[in-house]
């Protein structure tokens, strides 16, 4: 599986943009790239996956560059119930065992 | 609402007590998982099931024994509990081309 680097935290002020980046410059052909997030003390949640196209749903955008090794996560209008710790895992469907990284700790300020 | 849903939520034991924490979804996943996540760390996994019928291990098996009881459920079992053992304990699931669906945890202290 394709290592990851992402920043260990950010801030970000309540109702702007967060863009959360993510380096995973030896991801393979066939990985996609998924986001969770893990607000404190609850189960990790899933945000969104892509291959190579952009993607969109109601919670977050993904853009991932032409090359595919790198990528970011967008949450259009931060919420203070949007702090958590963001991880970014590129792997294959067929793959079994993720390795959950550090991730990024992200801060929401009011 | 639909998901994956472990119990219970907390529990107490005592070094070399055995217990089992039961994990259901009701989503049709074939794939389900158990995690276990300590005080600042990241998950670990313990153990998974791809499919109805097979289990493998993970990264850390040592101390645990899981079965896959049917498509719903898959339960994972503490033979003598240690100190070692005190974490948080995740269920999860996946369906092909979906990400991972976790359940809220069990708190256990091993005392």
């Known amino acids: 599986d394709a290592k990851t680097t992402q920043p260990p935290s950010m801030d970000c002020a309540e109702g702007r943009a967060a863009n959360l980046p993510c380096n995973h410059s030896?991801?393979?052909?066939?990985?996609?790239v998924y986001w969770y997030r893990q607000i404190h003390s609850q189960g990790p949640q899933y945000i969104i996956h892509?291959?190579?196209?952009?993607e969109t749903n109601e919670m977050a955008s993904l853009i991932i560059t032409e090359d595919r090794k790198s990528s970011t996560l967008i949450l259009p209008h931060a919420t203070l119930r949007d702090t958590a710790v963001y991880y970014c895992?590129?792997?294959?469907?067929?793959?079994?065992?993720?390795?959950w990284g550090a991730g990024t700790k992200l801060i929401i300020k009011p | 609402n639909a998901g994956v849903t472990q119990t219970p939520k907390f529990q107490v034991l005592k070094t070399g007590q055995s217990m089992t924490l039961q994990c259901a979804q009701d989503m049709n996943h074939n794939s389900m998982y158990w995690y276990r996540q300590d005080p600042g760390m990241g998950l670990r996994l313990i153990y998974y099931s791809a499919s109805e019928g097979t289990t493998d291990k993970g990264e850390v098996p040592n101390g645990y024994n899981v079965s896959r009881l049917n498509k719903r459920e898959f339960s994972l079992r503490l033979e003598s509990a240690a100190p070692s053992q005190t974490s948080v304990y995740f269920c999860a699931s996946k369906g092909w081309g979906y990400g991972y669906t976790f359940g809220s945890g069990t708190r256990l202290t091993v005392v």
């Open positions: 895992i590129p792997t294959r469907d067929s793959n079994y065992q993720l390795i």
């Open positions: 030896t991801i393979s052909g066939n990985e996609y």
């Open positions: 892509g291959l190579k196209n952009n």
